[in-house]
């Protein structure tokens, strides 16, 4: 019971990481997979009950753990295969592969602990205590395998591995506790259990993997363009996230490095948030020879891979922090910085902490009186988390512009976003106006954009909830 507890809360987690490179790591897939885990858990109690009731509990006990772990294993398959057929789908893609590849195994493993009762209960007089007992034990299990998911697997063996040997540990011990309980496997069940486990494990071989490298964040891939031989493409979970050119940091593939350029080719001391491919710091020591740079990146894995599959050396007056942004900023002295740069949002993944007026009141004390505040931020449909995050910038910056790729008016366009903050008005020659196709707002075309946005602040950011493409 402590064992199928703990598996349960070992298999929520993961299935948090199977299903980001599909639908994104966001509030709405994190709710899903919590809703459909608590549902098993409630429909497995109540079945594993009533079995328990009507037939031998110790044979209920024995195939609850074998079917848990198989159906673990089969998560792997399903996901990839679901995944895929719906990839793009958004939000929407999350609760139909969550019930197919989740909601069976923990209702499956949820059946242990009333068929455990049963077993235990011996007389009416002891009915509070054993319950009780075995109410905290199962939540001794849960506890354990929360941390040991979080703090152990997670980050150091790959998650379609975890996945794999946690449901065999499960059939183990399921036909273990057949036989020391006198349940009954006959050679054909047996020989069910044995096939249908083997397929759980080659299914995914075949399939293949679709990580590089898998991070406690992402899952990341690195594509190899095919119109330019030296362009490389990282992937972070279903989201283009930066180009790199081996050959030429010069070179901007993505329309928002571009608008970045002139801001950069200012600055000759810079912070920034999120490092990515490390595109933008490259190009900085390329067009500003003895610039500083400083990159705060949460994700270790990501270094290691920048350096074994995008050409990552050690590029000229650049250092790097690892940790949270929120917290590593805190460490940059006051007045340091030209230009802080804001690149840590990968499409729909976006760190709310990292939005607030709180983190960017942080940012204007790390820049010189002249100095900037550039982010990039990804929208679409109604711009609502666009509006709010530069009605963020207007409530901390005097003077803000925004670019983007929409038509001459008041609107900056869907998708990439660049917004520019300062305490001093921003010179012309910093603003991305050569580019081809690109709107700058300033001044009360800003103000007519935001058209009343709230602002974004540490007590409330649902930064999710703007990003959904609902009416």
């Known amino acids: ?45 109540a079945m594993g009950g009533q079995a328990a009731d009507r037939g031998d509990p110790r044979e209920v006990l024995a195939w609850a753990l074998v079917l848990g772990g198989l159906l673990a294993m089969a998560t792997v398959p399903v996901v990839r295969l679901l995944g895929d057929a719906l990839e793009g789908a958004q ?57 040991t998911a979080g703090f152990v697997l997670v980050p150091l063996l790959p998650t379609t591995a975890t996945v794999l ?16 309980l006198g349940g009954v496997l006959t050679r054909f069940g047996v020989g069910a259990v044995v096939g249908v486990a083997l397929l759980c494990v080659l299914a995914p071989v075949a399939l293949g993997e679709r990580c590089d490298a898998e991070s406690e964040y992402f899952c990341a891939e690195v594509e190899v363009d095919p119109d330019r031989p030296s362009g490389r493409l990282l992937v972070l979970d279903d989201i283009d996230n930066s180009y790199v050119d081996l050959d030429d940091p010069r070179h901007l593939e993505f329309d928002y490095a571009r608008w970045m350029a002139p801001v950069l080719g200012r600055s000759s001391s810079v912070v920034f948030v999120g490092g990515g491919g490390f595109t933008l710091p490259r190009y900085l020591a390329a067009v500003r020879p003895g610039s500083r740079s400083r990159v705060l990146e949460v994700d270790k894995k990501l270094l290691d891979l920048a350096r074994s599959r995008l050409g990552l050396g050690d590029v000229p007056g650049m250092s790097v922090r690892i940790g949270d942004a929120r917290l590593t900023l805190r460490d940059e002295a006051s007045g340091s910085a030209d ?102 707002l300033r001044g009360d075309r800003v103000q007519s ?13 649902p930064t999710d909830q703007l990003l959904a493409p609902r009416p």
């Open 1 to 45: 019971m402590f064992s199928a507890a703990a598996a349960v809360l070992v298999l929520e987690i993961l299935a948090l990481r199977m299903l980001a490179p599909y639908v994104g790591l966001t509030l709405e897939t994190s709710t899903t997979v919590i809703g459909v885990m608590l549902g098993g858990i409630a429909a497995g109690a």
């Open 91 to 147: 939000e929407g893609a999350a609760l139909p592969v969550a019930i197919a590849a989740f909601f069976a195994p923990a209702c499956a493993l949820s059946a242990v602990t009333p068929a455990v009762a049963k077993l235990q209960l011996e007389s009416l007089d002891a009915t509070g205590s054993v319950v009780g007992r075995l109410s905290a034990w199962a939540t001794f299990g849960a506890l354990a395998g929360t941390f």
């Open 165 to 180: 040997v946690l449901g065999a540990a499960l059939v183990v011990a399921g036909l273990v506790a057949a036989v020391r």
């Open 339 to 440: 230009l802080v740069v804001g690149d840590a949002f990968s499409g729909r993944v976006v760190p709310w902490h990292l939005t607030t007026r709180e983190f960017l009141r942080d940012v204007r004390r790390v820049l010189r009186p002249d100095g900037v505040y550039a982010m990039n931020l990804i929208d679409q449909g109604r711009q609502r988390f666009a509006r709010a995050q530069i009605a963020t910038f207007l409530d901390v910056f005097d003077h803000v512009a925004v670019a983007g790729h929409g038509a001459p008016g008041n609107d900056p366009g869907r998708g990439n976003i660049v917004v520019l903050g300062s305490e001093r008005p921003l010179p012309g020659r910093a603003l991305p106006l050569r580019s081809r196709g690109v709107t700058v």
């Open 449 to 461: 954009f935001v058209d009343g946005a709230d602002v974004l602040r540490d007590e409330h950011a």
